[in-house]
């Protein structure tokens, strides 16, 4: 018998470490993902609560949004956490931090009363650390020089979940990206807080990225970390960039801007593949009008002779890189003169291009491709000798010097 309610107290004891929480920080796509991605964190459920009807819907809460005369619900997320792992505290803080509660009914672009700011608590601990926090929050964010904090705080009487849809919304579309309304205040320094960074001059870009947002880890994984071109490119959280004159605020991550001496000059936000990035690039470092832009982008050619490639035919000992992306293309050492007018080598610099069947003006050839950027270089032909002639493009190719060139690029 003893064992029977050593065994029923255990069960209660572990139960107990876990406790829920609905909070309303805006769209509740974003809100659900930022918290997903905190240890501890058990499940998070997007829904809506908060409102005096029942049975809510999406079309509802939506229409419902700017009506006065009564409750709507806010599009919330329920936390289910183990506070044995991550306090309510570390919660509520991290819910303060994520968006701007100063904001009454939106947050960024999304207005109405369903994107008001709310915690909704479960037990009188939660209420007490909502109060508190709120307290210590409003002195942060009035240092910073913002208003008066708008957010509910009030007990759960309801959740409801919400459309299957609505669920993991950020997972099922992974071409999206993670909003960002937060006002960069926080409860404490971060240790190890990235440099903030000013304009360098001339054009430039910048990735801004956020803690936990899974579209900047792919983009950096997919796209920044071979990144060997000739324009800088630094990524940073927004809160640490200084000076620089952006056309309006950051609204989600990753948000990729092209500077030119320090001014916003075009951005985009959300996951860009490879090919989008260096399309995007190539626009802004050489312009779509450009006879460059042209032949990577829409499978032009150079003129027969065209400047670049008389610059290019005669060079020192070096290498051609890509444009866009910095990767080694060719070396002069298999470059030969073919009496073409365009650019000729007997070979690629190991897998940096990739071959495409291309059957267009009623030609049989085989398509030569910059591997990383997707940029169109030129064509294949076999020889007589049984080698190849690989031609190729002068204004997609930068030229650099052997003795130039640094760990290999």
């Known amino acids: 018998m003893k064992k029977v309610y050593l065994l029923i107290a255990l069960s209660m004891v572990i139960f107990a470490k876990e406790q829920t929480i609905v909070l309303g920080a805006g769209c509740f796509w974003g809100v659900e993902k930022s918290f997903e991605e905190l240890k501890g ?35 919330t997320v329920k936390v289910t956490y183990d506070d044995s792992i991550i306090s309510t505290r570390k919660i509520l803080e991290h819910f303060w931090e994520l968006h701007d509660p100063t904001q009454k009914n939106r947050q ?53 979940m919400a459309e299957e849809k609505h669920q993991d919304y950020l997972k099922k579309h992974p071409r999206g990206y993670c ?21 360098l001059g001339g054009k430039e870009i910048l990735v801004i990225d956020a803690n ?25 959280h927004f809160e640490n960039i200084k000076g620089f004159k952006l056309n309006g ?28 990035f260096y399309e995007a690039l190539g626009a802004f470092k050489v312009g779509q009008n450009s006879e460059a832009f042209k032949v990577a982008f829409d499978k032009k050619t150079d003129r027969r002779f065209c400047k670049k490639y008389k610059l290019f035919a005669h060079t020192p000992d070096g290498v051609f890189i890509d444009k866009f992306s910095g990767d080694i293309l060719f070396d002069t050492k298999d470059r030969f003169n073919s009496g073409s007018g365009w650019l000729s080598f ?16 009623g030609m049989h050839r085989v398509e030569v491709i910059a591997k990383k950027s997707g940029a169109h270089l030129g064509h294949v032909f076999p020889r007589a000798d049984g080698k190849k002639r690989f031609c190729i493009n002068a204004t997609v190719l930068e030229f650099v010097p052997r003795d130039k060139l640094v760990n290999g690029n």
């Open 108 to 160: 960024g672009n999304d207005y109405g009363n369903n994107y008001r700011s709310i915690i909704l608590y479960t037990n009188s601990e939660q209420k007490r650390l909502a109060y508190q926090t709120k307290e210590e929050f409003q002195k942060l964010l009035n240092k910073a020089g913002y208003g008066k904090i708008t957010t509910e705080i009030k007990p759960l009487k309801r959740f409801y």
């Open 41 to 75: 964190v058990k499940d998070v459920v997007s829904g809506y609560a908060g409102g005096d009807f029942e049975n809510p819907t999406y079309g509802k809460v939506l229409a419902h949004r700017l009506f006065k005369n009564r409750e709507n619900h806010a599009e």
């Open 346 to 361: 007997y070979k690629a610099v190991g897998d940096s291009v990739v071959f495409r069947e291309d059957n267009s003006y």
């Open 179 to 199: 909003p960002n309304h937060a006002t960069g205040v926080k409860f404490k320094k971060v240790a190890k807080e990235p440099k903030s960074i000013t304009p």
């Open 249 to 276: 605020d950051v609204a989600g991550t990753p948000t990729i801007l092209f500077i030119e001496d320090g001014k916003e000059i075009g951005r985009y936000t959300g996951y860009l593949n490879p090919k989008e």
């Open 212 to 236: 936990g947002c899974p579209f900047c880890q792919k983009f950096k994984k997919d796209v920044v970390d071979g990144y060997k071109g000739t324009l800088p490119l630094r990524v940073r």
